[in-house]
């Protein structure tokens, strides 16, 4: 069955340094997402892409977050200097050909990103 | 916009007992509800999710839940609770601003403990 995948599963920074997420969603979708979940909080909405464009982002995802799909496959969230509170994880989901409210979104596994 | 309550942050059900997680939502628009299990340190998977249709869905490892306009809500029940069942439950709605693609919003979670 296909599913999206996403590395690494754990990532630990220093605060400060640059940290790339890296997903590859389900090959024959078109819309990509990221959510954030902190620890003990509820999952979040970051950002969404389609067609090389975030279609809508939160107020979460400021000028120190970026996406990108770099190629056919992958899918990846940037964050540019990190702070002690970007400690979550980090959920990458994609959904299929109709993209409407009813299709399910596929959710990674998670990378855990750990800010010392 | 679009948000969803649910109703506890932590349940506990003796083995075999009824489980009742509550979720109530609000939404501009007839919304779509999804309820997904995340067991620990892993992802979100999909428990059932309702469209249009028929109020009642059902799910996957026996859960079921029931969309009542009226009452705004999306409770999720399953008749006997089994021990892995324990895992958090997440509440979602989505919406589809425009363009085809979708934006899910959680609820805060609740974490079901099954008692031997």
């Known amino acids: 069955e296909p599913e999206v995948t996403q590395t690494p599963s754990h990532q630990v920074t220093q605060m400060g340094q640059e940290v790339i997420l890296r997903c590859v969603p389900i090959s024959n979708h078109l819309y990509f997402y990221w959510y954030r979940q902190i620890l003990g909080q509820k999952v979040e909405f970051l950002v969404s892409?389609?067609?090389?464009?975030?279609?809508?982002k939160s107020e979460i995802f400021d000028d120190q977050f970026s996406v990108e799909r770099p190629d056919g496959s992958n899918f990846t969230l940037k964050i540019r200097s990190t702070k002690l509170e970007d400690s979550a994880m980090y959920f990458c989901?994609?959904?299929?050909?109709?993209?409407?409210?009813?299709?399910?979104?596929?959710f990674g596994p998670g990378t855990r990103l750990t800010v010392l | 916009a679009q948000s969803v309550t649910q109703l506890g942050s932590h349940v506990s059900v003796s083995e075999g007992a009824l489980v009742l997680l509550r979720c109530n939502y609000s939404s501009s628009v007839p919304p779509y509800l999804f309820w997904y299990v995340q067991y620990p340190n892993q992802g979100l998977q999909l428990l059932l999710k309702?469209?249009?249709?028929?109020?009642l869905v059902k799910g996957i490892n026996g859960f079921e839940a029931e969309f009542k306009k009226s009452e705004t809500s999306f409770h999720l029940t399953k008749p006997s609770a089994h021990m892995s069942d324990a895992a958090e439950y997440f509440c979602a709605v989505s919406v589809s601003p425009s363009g085809g693609y979708q934006k899910v919003t959680f609820g805060t979670g609740t974490k079901l403990q099954v008692i031997p």
């Open positions: 989901a994609s959904t299929g050909l109709a993209g409407g409210r009813g299709d399910e979104q596929f």
């Open positions: 309702y469209t249009t249709g028929a109020t």
């Open positions: 892409f389609y067609n090389n464009e975030i279609s809508e």
